[in-house]
């Protein structure tokens, strides 16, 4: 079973910067399309940002010309830069991929288990 290991949340000040990293736990083909999602308390996970395999990205509002998302395909990997950070970016971050591939089996979706990110004001 392939898994998503995510990293780099944490607690921030407003207007500081986090990175996030979400990597396969084992050796990948190919993965199609990367996702940030992001669920707030009380609220509907979101989705946040969108890369895919040839590097076209999108973002919601909210957190456009603030976040990046970018990917390295050598190591499985997916980023998201979070600039600029306020209070109402607080929420647990979740990176999906889509179109999984090992060498023996193909995932639909996966999720990983999700990163706090707190940005105090």
């Known amino acids: 079973q392939v898994q998503l290991v995510e990293s780099g949340g944490g607690l921030v000040q407003a207007g500081g910067s986090l990175r996030l990293s979400c990597a396969a736990s084992?050796?990948?083909?190919?993965?199609?399309?990367l996702q940030w999602y992001r669920q707030a308390p009380g609220k509907q996970r979101e989705l946040v940002a969108t890369i895919t395999t040839g590097g076209s990205t999108n973002y919601a509002d909210s957190v456009k010309g603030r976040f990046t998302i970018s990917r390295d395909n050598s190591k499985n990997t997916v980023y998201l830069q979070m600039n600029s950070l306020k209070p109402e970016d607080t929420a647990v971050y979740y990176c999906?991929?889509?179109?999984?591939?090992?060498?023996?089996?193909?995932?639909?979706?996966?999720w990983g288990q999700g990163t706090q990110v707190t940005v105090s004001s």
């Open positions: 999906k991929a889509l179109g999984v591939k090992t060498l023996l089996k193909t995932w639909l979706e996966l």
């Open positions: 084992r050796r990948i083909f190919s993965i199609n399309v």
